[in-house]
């Protein structure tokens, strides 16, 4: 039976040697022991301008209704492309496409040149050789800190049930394996 009682009220020092996040690089430091997989999010406005970008703050929101999530700095030259744009389109992004991540993480002239893609809802690219895409209706976008968080409605989705997924974890790529505890 679970332990219900809630605990001591006395704050107790961890195990290590925790501080305040007032340093940018701790913070990310520390951010980056959690994993996350590894995604193109692009979009394209009304007047035809497509942008796409890496990301690793994508994340499932709800199911019903299907809302996902992801955070776009204010900084980014991409910005108004996205916050212009009805539709946006995550490509999640297979094992494999490490210099993919790395081509739209960076600042490149025409980060689609010599890519095959798919025009997804709303004019959005679908990046070939993905493990999974989302394409989404967007919902809404409001700032929060020194970024902005659009939320989308899942419109179609799809993806390759053999297809391995890039995962970032401790600010390099790695490949995703199963843990020898599961069952297959």
Do not use: Y
Not at 61 to 85: I, Q
Not at 116 to 129: E, F, K, M, N, S
């Amino acid at each position: 039976m679970p332990d219900s009682r809630s605990p001591s009220a006395a704050p107790t020092a961890p195990p290590h040697a925790a501080q305040p996040p007032l340093d940018a690089r701790h913070l990310r430091d520390c951010l980056g022991h959690f994993a996350t997989g590894v995604t193109v999010v692009t979009a394209c406005a009304p007047d035809g301008t497509v942008a796409g970008l890496t990301v690793n703050s994508f994340n499932s929101l709800s199911l019903d209704p299907p809302l996902v999530l992801w955070s776009l700095s204010l900084r980014s030259t991409s910005l108004s492309t996205f916050e212009a744009a009805t539709h946006f389109a995550v490509s999640v992004l297979a094992a494999g496409q490490v210099d993919l991540a790395r081509r739209f993480a960076r600042a490149h002239a025409n980060r689609f040149a010599g890519l095959t893609v798919h025009t997804g809802l709303g004019g959005a690219p679908l990046i070939d050789g993905a493990v999974a895409w989302f394409e989404c209706e967007r919902r809404s976008h409001q700032r929060a800190g020194d970024h902005v968080l659009f939320i989308g409605q899942v419109r179609r989705c799809a993806r390759d049930a053999g297809g391995q997924p890039l995962v970032f974890h401790k600010g390099r790529f790695v490949a995703s394996v199963r843990h020898p505890d599961e069952s297959q």
